[in-house]
């Protein structure tokens, strides 16, 4: 059975730091495109970071330069760093990882972060 199990979220203040950790079982890590998406209230779920198995990274332009996503697949975990918060970065957090050759994609049940004063 995969699981993607989230944590690290919770309530920090404008300029702020957070650390989200992504733990995967259930499939082999190193042969998954890893990513961060986040879904705020009453908005559509977006991409916020993505890692290849080959440690290549993208970002979302809102947080290039704030956030950091990185992978360990020794200990087949995914993080995303995430530097100078703002309140627009409130949502729940959620973790993909995602095989495009095996046509397999899958979704933890996301981590809520909470920027605010």
């Known amino acids: 059975q995969v699981q993607l199990v989230e944590s690290g979220g919770g309530l920090v203040q404008p300029g702020g730091s957070l650390r989200l950790s992504c733990a995967a079982s259930?499939?082999?890590?190193?042969?998954?495109?890893m990513a961060w998406y986040r879904q705020a209230p009453g908005k559509q779920r977006e991409l916020v970071a993505g890692?290849?198995?080959?440690?290549?990274?993208n970002y979302a332009d809102s947080v290039k330069g704030r956030f950091t996503i990185s992978r360990d697949n020794a200990k087949s975990t995914v993080y995303l760093e995430m530097n100078s918060l703002k309140p627009e970065d409130t949502a729940v957090y959620y973790c993909n990882a995602n095989n495009s050759y095996l046509l397999r994609a899958y979704w933890g049940k996301g981590t809520l972060v909470t920027v605010s004063s």
């Open positions: 259930g499939i082999i890590f190193k042969l998954y495109h």
């Open positions: 890692i290849t198995s080959g440690q290549n990274t």
